[in-house]
T-cell receptor, first 115, second 115 residues
Framework: KAGVTQTPRYLIKTRGQQVTLSCSPISGHRSVSWYQQTPGQGLQFLFE???????NKGNFPGRFSGRQFSNSRSEMNVSTLELGDSALYLC??????????????FGPGTRLTVT | DQQVKQNSPSLSVQEGRISILNCDYT??????FLWYKKYPAEGPTFLIS?????DKNEDGRFTVFLNKSAKHLSLHIVPSQPGDSAVYFCAASDWGTSGTYKYIFGTGTRLKVLA
């Protein structure tokens, strides 16, 4: 079974621009979460989507947004980029069932550099 | 407010010995905990999880212990191997309350296993 894929893997943008990152979850996984990883901060939860609906959200400004499509693929968008947005953005997918939580499977990430 | 803390940024252990990685949390609503391993340029890989109804879970060389009264969990790796050298993250979720995949991650501990 193919793992979580993220595109692009690397991206360089200028302050003020916007960017869209893409994530394809493992087949059959309907929950997709996004995380931001910066040095010293660990992984910070951005948001989680399930069945095209945002189910949970972290403490990030409104410049960070996302969506999920009917095939469970997800995109996240960052508008008006700031230098502090430079980070590794990780997408994770999970099987969702009523029996309880399951582990998340992560993609390789998109390394965003804002200059 | 860091709800999940890994107070040791790094740890060095001799090959064949035990590695013990620690994690503390503050939110008593957390009911599901996981450990992930991360190599450079890759996404985190799931290692082992534990539900709050248990105090121990074992999978091969990896054992996770949960002390709910102390709000503390630890990961034991026995015996440690050079291939275990990576950054280890603990994560927690309040699945029972929220029913969503919002995992809170610690900042990670870099484990180096010396040959």
């Amino acid at each position: 079974k193919a793992g979580v894929t993220q595109t692009p893997r690397y991206l360089i943008k200028t302050r003020g621009q916007q960017v869209t990152l893409s994530c394809s979850p493992i087949s059959g996984h309907r929950s997709v979460s996004w995380y931001q990883q910066t040095p010293g901060q660990g992984l910070q939860f951005l948001f989680e989507y399930f069945s095209e609906t945002q189910r949970n959200k972290g403490n990030f400004p409104g410049r960070f947004s996302g969506r999920q499509f009917s095939n469970s693929r997800s995109e996240m968008n960052v508008s008006t980029l700031e230098l502090g947005d430079s980070a590794l953005y990780l997408c994770a997918s999970s099987l969702d069932w009523a029996g309880g939580p399951r582990e998340q499977y992560f993609g390789p990430g998109t390394r965003l550099t804002v200059t | 407010d860091q709800q999940v803390k890994q107070n040791s940024p790094s740890l060095s252990v001799q090959e064949g010995r035990i590695s013990i990685l620690n994690c503390d949390y503050t939110n008593s609503m957390f009911d599901y905990f996981l450990w992930y391993k991360k190599y450079p340029a890759e996404g985190p890989t799931f290692l082992i999880s534990i539900s709050s109804i248990k105090d121990k879970n074992e999978d091969g060389r990896f054992t996770v212990f949960l002390n709910k009264s102390a709000k503390h969990l630890s990961l034991h790796i026995v015996p440690s191997q050079p291939g275990d050298s990576a950054v280890y993250f603990c994560a927690a979720s309040d699945w029972g309350t929220s029913g969503t995949y919002k995992y809170i991650f610690g900042t990670g501990t870099r484990l180096k296993v010396l040959a």
